[in-house]
């Protein structure tokens, strides 16, 4: 099997940077096993061409320091297919990667974990937080409030989410704090920009000045405008039709669906039976 020392190719990325270890620890290379299908594809590593070719090519990068991670961005080519994925790698592992025009982004390191492109060495900086509607509290808060059960189900509130730029939402989100406060607390408000992919991939619109939704629990949408041209007056309008029951509700037009509905054919028989009847009745009067 041919090794490629990667020093020869992307010594630019690593060679000036890369750091000396300190005595008594050794620094040692990292081994990339990349199984390329189909094999012709032209493999780069931060944008310098891996020389060998076939189904299976095995590099070996330069001696590196043990405990430090570094990061390969590799990139196929199969005609005009690209793919692109990076590469996590510290000193004295082994890493596998499939090349694949249709496998997408996921590397298994080395401790067996599906990374998308997350530098998990810094996941640890990260402080830990508690939020309830909106506002940083503490642990010994947090504790609290789950040990009293006095956090709010909100799970049956209907939900209202406003999508636009900064400025329109914090137009919105003061009127709701403000004049529609009554109302407010009714519902689950949650603001995004259009570009948030929690909007921006789930299907809404998202080009609103702004856009507002009312859904329900399922996400039935209830109510939708895209635009705050009438202002809270017209958002009050819509929320308190949503509140109340419907004026025209007849309760003895419920249906029971425990019974089973009379079909169509069944009243046509019905009906020309009832039709025969009154002729009858007709003739015997005259």
């Known amino acids: 099997m041919t090794a490629l020392v990667l020093a020869t190719l992307i010594g630019q990325w690593l060679g000036p940077n890369c750091p000396t270890g300190s005595v008594g620890t050794p620094n040692r290379p990292a081994t990339i096993r990349l199984l390329v299908d189909p094999p012709d594809a032209e493999v780069d590593i931060d944008d310098h061409r891996v020389q060998t070719r ?9 001696p590196l320091r043990p405990g430090k991670r570094y990061v390969y961005h590799i990139k196929a080519r199969w005609g005009h297919v690209e793919r692109q994925w990076q590469l996590a790698v510290e000193a004295g592992h082994t890493y596998e990667l499939k090349i694949e025009p249709h496998a997408f982004l996921g590397v298994i390191e080395q401790d067996g974990v599906q990374n998308f492109g997350i530098d998990r060495s810094k996941l ?13 509290i503490t642990k010994q808060q947090a504790c609290q409030l789950l040990e009293n059960g006095s956090l709010e189900d909100d799970s049956h509130k209907l939900r209202l989410t406003v999508i636009g730029s900064e400025t329109d939402r914090k137009r919105v989100l003061a009127d709701l704090k403000g004049s529609l406060a009554d109302l407010a607390g009714d519902f689950l408000v949650q603001a995004y920009p259009p570009d948030n992919w929690a909007v921006s991939r789930a299907g809404f619109y998202t080009a609103g000045t702004p856009t507002i939704y009312v859904q329900d629990p399922s996400g039935k949408v209830l109510h939708r405008q895209d635009d705050y041209d009438d202002g809270p007056e017209g958002l009050r309008k819509a929320l308190e039709a949503i509140r109340k029951p419907n004026p025209n509700y007849d309760q003895s037009r419920d249906p029971d669906r425990r019974k089973p509905a009379t079909d169509f054919a069944t009243l046509i028989i019905l009906g020309i039976a009832g039709i025969l009847t009154l002729l009858g009745l007709r003739k015997g009067t005259v």
């Open 124 to 136: 640890a900086l990260q402080r830990e937080r508690f939020m309830v509607n909106g506002q940083q």
């Open 54 to 62: 076939g189904r299976v090519r095995l590099l070996e990068s330069p």
